[in-house]
């Protein structure tokens, strides 16, 4: 194999793929990155054997071949070169690096030991194009949920699946529970997306891409944008039927400013670290107000209010860590925040007729 | 049958493939299913599958064939997942000393009819019930112990902490009471580790900052931890096992423990930890005597379908007394060897076999073995023990040689007496009488007397 690339191209690719070879593994050829001669573009991937990452990069390709070298080293050293043409040439199970007055002889492994890239019948796949705009938020709204307690697999995936004509994104950790929709649909999908993953792909993706595809077929889903290739497993299992939790009314309801909300939020969260994030929630219809009381036996304690319209009066003691989480990625400038008595599930979303976001959360004993 | 074949063929692979390759792609693949035109083997995950299909698939066909197995097309699938299905947790969120919510109105509304499949992932093996596991003299406080805590988990006898040697059954008890705690409270979360998993994840935790640890751990309604001698000498990991075990304990959650020596006897165990693990119960599981060695041969025996005669129960029971595996062991090899033979399965051919295997052990020991031995357990010289001296220290040692000659040995009194030295057999009579009475009630002088057993007999 020879072929010459540019250095910002080839370093590009390097550390987005990069970071999908892992070094804890007992294959050692997973902590490296295959290089491979794809026509006229040079293919640069890497696989745990739950993801594969792959990138084409444009190249001038002078002969075809294959190689893999250790992608913490490659990666590292192309970063450093300046931005100029880079040559790769392989000799002997050896990638010799070289640009301007740098060349390195990196020991490599033959490509015929790296493990088969997975591929998707593209045909057959259920197929989706998405807004990136829409897909990272999703994804960022979701992933906050997500388990990663192993013992319950299921829970550490986000629920990818097909509801009244639309495609919804879920994840719960069981103590809260966040579903958005995402775009109208009338195809079928029912599918559970390793959360690992999708953290993964919100990495790779930056932020001038067009449009992003998603392909499922039975056991695997493929992100594509631009070049870049995530294909991972799905969980196996199914998903618990979340709907049912999610209250359709509550008794009592704020409707507030939500960086207000933010602000109060984190003002009390310093004094609930002690007590584990609890901090105790009172709305009340009279005052007209939204009040966050939290106490650090030994520090002190503190009472932050908010001006919010209410409907009936209440009291709740959550965890502020995940009230902040929460707010954090609703969207709009008002949310609604709505709740009956101190044992139920809270809800949270969007102001508005028919949010397309929905976060739960289950309330701490007082 | 076809596992076995796959077996082989693995093995041939192993050889030519490097180890860590086998190791990922093929080491935990299976035969699913076998029919006359296809065979099904079963991958981990699909991923695996891809690479197994296109690399080794030439290899693993020579190699079927190779093997007997003939079938015009192999499929590879993904294996179906075990029991992986889950619920959203009943719980509300515990923050440090809170307890979870557990009233019927959040029940009600969290659990939903649909969502009702409830097996937690555990790693249970379902083989241990209480149904098949065999209660004597020696184990029946241990076992209505672990009855009562399967009835009421975190109630009753929290922690739970049973201990005796290897192959008498601890593992057994306490995934029992895993087993029953999830067929009577399927929401339960039930985590059955051994201690070295537990060092491990510790260890990980650190190395690698994985977060999930604790929430592994504490957020569970029932913990199993087998093994606990190993957490000695691990001080940061007994740390964190304390502050998980009171994590636990605080919320009533139920905790079982085993070991192989009783909390005190564990050395280089931290206090806290010593005196927590002595709170809740602590029971000895011994060593189980003949008539109860009868039952385990026959028991075991009929679950295999066969019907043994008297005197090769009472055979087996008699020669191998110190371990419920290696009983079994024996039973299994005997059993083996008569389907293959295609006879009935009677004493002298388990003489033959255990003859040969292991020899019949008291044979074995002489009277100046059991002196040898005991004297070196209480770092004393043989000479010593059969002195005339009188110290404490020596009398001691003195009669529970004695008696383990009695015991052991059944040597008669006046000859006990002689091999000590002793004129007179009344010595000898008091010496036995006496360590067997203190026996029952001190359970330090039990262990001593077990590990001089186990010292004698290795």
């Not at chain 1, 979340?242 to 507030?256: C, D, F, G, H």
């Not at chain 2, 007994?238 to 909390?263: C, M, R």
């Amino acid at each position: 194999m020879e072929l010459s690339v540019t250095q910002e191209n080839l370093s590009r690719a390097l550390s987005t793929v990069g970071r999908v070879a892992s070094g804890k593994t007992q294959l050692p050829i997973l902590s490296n990155i295959l290089l491979q001669t794809d026509g006229s573009q040079l293919l640069v991937a890497a696989t745990n054997l739950e993801i594969a990452s792959t990138l084409h990069v444009g190249a001038k390709i002078i002969s075809p071949g294959s190689i893999t070298v250790p992608a913490r080293l490659v990666s590292e050293f192309v970063s450093s070169l300046p931005k100029a043409t880079v040559t790769l040439k392989v000799e002997n199970d050896h990638l010799l690096v070289s640009s301007g007055k740098f060349t390195s002889r990196i020991n490599g492994v033959s490509a015929e030991e790296f493990p088969e890239l997975p591929t998707i019948n593209e045909d057959e796949a259920i197929r989706y194009t998405l807004n990136p705009g829409d897909f990272k938020q999703a994804l960022n709204q979701t992933i906050i949920t997500a388990s990663n307690d192993a013992t319950r697999p299921i829970l550490t995936g986000i629920y990818w699946h097909s509801y009244e004509g639309a495609l919804y994104l879920a994840g719960t950790d069981g103590y809260r529970l966040s579903e958005r929709r995402l775009v109208e649909t009338d195809s079928e999908v029912a599918a559970i997306v390793p959360a690992s993953t999708l953290q993964e792909v919100l990495r790779s993706m930056h932020d001038d891409i067009s449009e992003v595809e998603v392909l499922f077929d039975e056991s695997q889903v493929r992100f594509r944008a631009e070049g870049i290739e995530i294909t991972s497993r799905l969980i196996d299992g199914n998903f618990p039927d979340y709907r049912q939790l999610i209250p359709a009314t509550s008794e009592v309801s704020a409707k507030i400013d939500r960086s207000e909300f933010m602000r109060i939020v984190k003002v009390s969260g310093l004094f609930a670290r002690e007590s584990g994030g609890s901090v105790t929630v009172t709305v009340d219809e009279d005052a007209g107000s939204l009040a966050l009381h939290s106490i650090a036996s030994e520090l002190g304690e503190n009472t932050s209010e908010a001006s919010a319209d209410i409907r009936s009066s209440g009291q709740v003691t959550l965890n502020s860590r995940y009230l902040a989480e929460a707010l954090n990625v609703i969207e709009g400038s008002m949310v609604e925040f709505r709740f009956s008595g101190k044992i139920s599930p809270c809800v949270m979303s969007e102001l508005g007729e028919n949010p397309n976001y929905i976060h739960i959360i289950m309330p701490l004993k007082s | 049958m076809q596992q076995n074949v796959w077996q082989s063929v693995l093995g041939e692979l192993e050889l030519t493939i490097p180890k860590p390759s086998f190791d990922t792609f093929l080491k935990d693949t299976e035969i699913l299913s076998q029919t006359h035109d296809e065979i099904t083997i079963g991958v981990r995950n699909v991923f695996i599958r891809n690479t197994v299909e296109k690399r080794y698939h030439e290899q693993i066909k020579q190699l079927l064939v190779k093997n007997g197995l003939t079938a015009p097309k192999i499929t590879y699938v993904q294996k179906p997942s075990q029991g992986k299905k889950t619920v959203i947790n009943r719980e509300t969120t515990t923050p440090l000393n809170r307890t979870p919510i557990s009233s019927s109105a959040v029940d009600d509304l969290l659990s939903s009819p649909s969502s009702a499949p409830t097996v937690h992932t555990n790693t249970l093996n379902p083989r241990y019930t209480f149904s098949n596991f065999i209660v004597g003299s020696s184990n029946d406080l241990a076992y209505s112990a672990c009855q009562a805590v399967a009835a009421n988990p975190g109630v009753k006898y929290n922690p739970l902490f049973l201990y005796g040697g290897v192959g008498l059954g601890k593992t057994h008890l306490m995934q029992a009471v895993g087993n029953e705690i999830a067929k009577t409270q399927p929401d339960s979360r039930i985590l059955y580790i051994s201690t070295e998993t537990f060092v491990q994840d510790f260890l990980d935790s650190i190395r690698f900052k994985k977060k999930g640890f604790s929430t592994k751990y504490r957020n569970v309604d029932v913990l199993i931890i087998d093994d606990m001698q190993f957490i000695s000498g691990k001080e940061k990991t007994q740390e964190e096992f304390f502050h998980t075990f009171n994590a636990l304990h605080q919320n009533n959650k139920q905790i079982i423990i085993s070991s192989d020596k009783p909390p005190k006897s564990i050395p280089t165990l931290t206090e806290r930890l010593r005196s927590r693990f002595e709170w809740g119960m602590a029971i000895d599981i011994q060593l189980p005597d003949y008539e109860m060695r009868c039952a385990i041969v026959e028991a075991k025996a009929s679950l295999s379908g066969v019907q043994l005669d008297n005197p090769t129960i009472e055979y087996l029971a008699t020669n191998i007394k110190t371990n419920v595996r290696e009983l079994e062991g024996a039973l299994n090899q005997l059993l083996a060897y008569a389907e293959m033979r295609g006879v009935a399965p009677d004493a002298s051919i388990a003489e033959g076999l255990i003859g040969s295997a292991r020899q019949s052990r008291p044979q074995h020991v002489t009277p100046k073995q059991v002196i040898d031995k005991t004297a070196r357990y209480f770092s004393l010289d043989s000479t010593e023990i059969c002195s005339a001296k009188r110290d404490k220290h020596i009398v001691f040692p003195r009669q529970i040689a004695m008696y383990l000659l009695r015991s052991e040995l059944h040597l008669s009194f006046p000859k006990i007496a002689q091999e000590l030295g002793r004129k007179d057999h009344t010595t000898a009579i008091h010496s036995v009488e006496k360590i067997e009475k203190a026996s029952k009630l001190d359970t330090i002088l039990r262990e001593q007397l077990s590990e001089i057993r186990e010292r004698l007999y290795t």
